[in-house]
């Protein structure tokens, strides 16, 4: 079941990601771009060019509906990388809607750097309760933000509102199994500050009563340990000048975490994937 856990989830994602540990490490380990999980062509490969693959292959699914006259609706958008993808690629407007200012300043610098600001509108607002209006958006767009979601049926629901006829939801999730103990994940999903995640077919159940079909999942697990892998690798790699920028505590635990991560998904506990589909 989702997480049900009130504005406490919302404070929790919202104070993860100002952190400023958190935040260090997006940017140095991360590239602190595309701060998702990447899909990888080589063992080695940076994270930062896997993170941007996912990106373009998501773009994929809705690429015919991309245009300079489309609206576009990214959930959760972090430092924004997606964001400017489309806009540079397709030239179409995008509103960033994200929790956290801190990465938002960060979003709107770049956007300034690159030319963007004047296709790229940040906002920050839950996206538990988005601030338009019903059917305005042509692509609602998520990567890993669902995950955060203090009610993941609720954040569906607003997603779908904010869709006209016709558009398209795309998003990435980290789930777990269907037959994964959330007992035993609770150390893992620990550093997300939530109790717990979606499953698969939370999303498949819940998005044909919203009116969206078809639903479509392309299962990419695998990719999931490969990513960890890679970060733990950069992690271990960097050890040393990581320790000079952020907290000697946070390194540790982010070890730990990150070697938590790898053994679950190598296990099969943890699922991710895109989902796509449309409203009816």
């Not at 009116?211 to 040393?240: A, C, I, K, W």
Request: with cysteine.
């Amino acid at each position: 079941m989702p997480y049900q856990g009130g504005s406490r989830g919302e404070d929790a994602a919202r104070d993860y990601y100002e952190t400023s540990d958190v935040d260090t490490f997006y940017a140095y380990v991360w590239g602190g771009e595309d701060i998702h999980t990447g899909i990888y062509e080589h063992a080695g490969e940076a994270v930062a060019d896997a993170s941007r693959r996912t990106v373009e292959r998501v773009a994929d699914k809705v690429a015919d509906l991309l245009t300079p006259q489309a609206r576009v609706l990214d959930m959760g958008s972090g430092y924004g990388g997606p964001a400017r993808y489309l806009a540079a690629t397709f030239g179409c407007p995008v509103t960033a809607l994200n929790i956290s200012e801190t990465q938002n300043r960060h979003h709107r610098t770049v956007n300034v750097e690159r030319g963007l600001d004047g296709l790229i509108d940040v906002v920050t607002e839950s996206f538990q309760d988005i601030p338009f209006e019903d059917g305005r958006f042509d692509v609602v767009w998520s990567q890993e933000a669902f995950c955060h979601s203090p009610d993941r049926a609720r954040t569906l629901a607003e997603a779908v509102r904010a869709l006209k006829p016709g558009g398209a939801l795309a998003f990435t999730d980290v789930m777990t199994d269907e037959s994964a103990s959330a007992q035993a994940l609770r150390p893992v999903v620990s550093r997300l500050k939530v109790d717990g995640l979606a499953t698969p077919d939370f999303y498949r159940r819940s998005l044909p009563g919203l009116g969206m079909s078809p639903v479509e999942f392309d299962d990419l697990s695998d990719e999931l340990g490969n990513h960890y892998v890679r970060l733990m690798e950069e992690t271990h790699q960097r050890e040393q000048e990581l320790r000079t920028v952020i907290s000697s505590d946070y390194v540790d635990t982010l070890l730990n975490s990150l070697s938590l991560w790898v053994d679950a998904a190598q296990r099969g506990q943890l699922r991710w994937g895109i989902f796509h589909c449309r409203r009816l």
